[in-house]
């Protein structure tokens, strides 16, 4: 694992100077013959790291490759809320690698992983992303004693990371409840939330992004959803996004978001949640197991549940997010896949 993380290093300098890293060059840093750079090379390149090969120059990463680092993550995340940032090339699940932890009371720990083999989503589905071109993170936070909500938590996440995403990139995504991430039809960013701890106590919340950064040329192992990623949004900027960055500066924001909502709870931010939500003031079905409510989206309350007037102005109340949320205007477009959760909500 450490020659494979200074072979990374070595790439991502050779990166920063536009050229390649030789294999000779490689062998001398680790003390290790060219048979086994070209080993350990592989290895990486069968976890999904794009390695080019370059006549009479060496190994070089694919144009348009920024990987992860601490260090760079760290520049941007000004906050002194943030305990540790761990940085792995591959793992099961993030979340379920902070959620065994230690629980820290208001002290964040991230850890973000350039691929995963078993990461988990909302209602028992996962998240296919393509490796070393997005974001999945994972934030754990550390609270005294339970929220309030979990629920109006997982909102209060999502329009962190929307309006980080829209300020810094100048896109427009929205939010559908609970916490999707939408560009239209298309789906942006999952989220899943995990909390351990006894109820009495402490607990510790972990909050796992999976976000569509760049992947133009990947097939996920199921095409029946629709998705959208960052870059293609931006196509006519001539701005690389930096994943780096984009973690640091949506750490930042969850670090101190998180401070808050351990004294004031979702209230605050309601008005905000529901000036992005995609589907507020629209028809939509809302239930599970046969049982179903249709009406217009209100928004949602001081604790995040979701509000719908039915025909005879009745209020109905969702606090369930597992609960279907399907838009019935202009139901043909929105993909049945896409509601039941096959993308993952985790990273």
Not at 137 to 162: K, Q
Not at 186 to 212: F, H, R, T, W
Not at 217 to 234: C, E, F
């Amino acid at each position: 694992m450490k020659d494979q993380q200074e072979i990374i290093r070595l790439l991502n300098l050779s990166a920063d100077n536009g050229g390649a890293v030789s294999g000779t060059a490689i062998g001398e840093a680790l003390g290790i013959s060219r048979m086994a750079v070209q080993k350990r090379v592989q290895a990486l390149i069968a976890n999904g790291l794009p390695i080019t090969a370059v006549p009479g120059k060496g190994y070089a990463l694919a144009q348009g490759v920024n990987l992860l680092s601490d260090e760079r993550i760290a520049r941007h995340l000004s906050s002194d809320l943030c305990e540790s940032i761990e940085v792995l090339q591959s793992i099961e699940s993030t979340n379920s690698h902070l959620l065994s932890q230690e629980i820290l009371n208001g002290r964040a720990k991230i850890c973000v992983a350039e691929s995963q083999s078993a990461g988990r989503g909302r209602r028992g589905n996962d998240w296919q992303s393509a490796p070393y071109r997005n974001v999945m993170l994972s934030l754990s936070w550390g609270f005294d004693h339970w929220p309030e909500t979990i629920t109006g938590l997982g909102l209060a996440v999502s329009l962190v990371i929307t309006k980080t995403i829209n300020e810094r990139y100048g896109l427009d995504v929205e939010i559908k409840w609970p916490n999707d991430l939408m560009v239209g039809y298309d789906k942006l960013a999952g989220i899943l939330i995990d909390v351990a701890g006894e109820s009495s106590g402490s607990c510790n919340v972990v909050v796992g992004v999976g976000l569509n950064v760049h992947q133009p040329d990947w097939s996920p192992k199921s095409s029946a959803y629709r998705w959208v990623d960052m870059q293609s949004l931006i196509s006519g900027a001539a701005e690389e996004i930096d994943r780096n960055e984009l973690i640091g500066l949506i750490s930042h924001g969850l670090s101190s978001m998180f401070a808050d909502f351990a004294r004031s709870g979702f209230a605050p931010m309601v008005e905000s949640w529901n000036a992005l939500s995609s589907y507020r003031g629209k028809r939509v079905r809302v239930g599970s197991t046969g049982e179903y409510v249709e009406g217009v989206m209100i928004g949602v309350d001081d604790v995040g549940a979701l509000l719908i007037a039915d025909h005879d102005d009745m209020v109905h109340r969702f606090v369930d997010s597992n609960v279907s949320v399907r838009l019935l205007e202009n139901e043909s477009l929105e993909n049945e896949a896409l509601e039941s959760e096959s993308t993952r909500t985790e990273s």
